[in-house]
Every structure is written in structure tokens, then in C-alpha cells.
């Protein structure tokens, strides 16, 4: 996705609160940073995606974890 799309995107879904919508393109953001090895902005991503999961109760809350427990980032939660 477009970068000034993906933010156009983002700032729309916080600005109505939806949840699942920021889980899933702050996920997005973070698979594109991986993508370009920006370990750095890639776990910046992933943690929002994280936060934003726990608040929603989805399910993505757990590989998100996982992912961000791989790069040393969290520790491992049990879901």
C-alpha cells in the first residue's frame, strides 16, 4: 500500500476509534517496514498493532506477541 495512503488510512480509523481497522494497518505498516528491513520501525509498528489488539480482544493480539517477542521486543504473553 501507498505510504501516504497507508497514513491517510490510519489517521481516518483512530479518528473514529475503529479497532480492528488500526490493528490491521499498523500490521500492514509493520510487514512493509520488515519488508525493507527496518527492524526498528517494523517493531514500532507491530507494537501499536499489539496495544491495539489487546484493547479490541482480537485475536491477532497473540502472533503479534509472538512477532514482537522474535525480535526481542516483548516478552511472551499466554493468550
Not at 501499536?48 to 516483548?74: C, I, M, S
Amino acid at each position: 500500500m501507498d505510504r501516504n495512503v497507508l497514513e491517510t488510512a490510519l489517521l481516518q480509523a483512530h479518528e473514529k476509534h475503529e479497532l480492528d481497522e488500526l490493528v490491521r494497518l499498523y500490521t500492514l505498516a509493520g510487514d512493509e517496514a520488515e519488508k525493507s528491513q527496518d527492524v526498528d520501525a517494523a517493531c514500532f509498528f507491530l507494537t501499536h498493532a499489539f496495544v491495539f489488539a489487546l484493547e479490541a480482544g482480537a485475536p491477532q493480539a497473540n502472533p503479534l506477541n509472538k512477532r514482537l517477542t522474535d525480535y526481542g521486543r516483548a516478552i511472551r504473553l499466554e493468550f
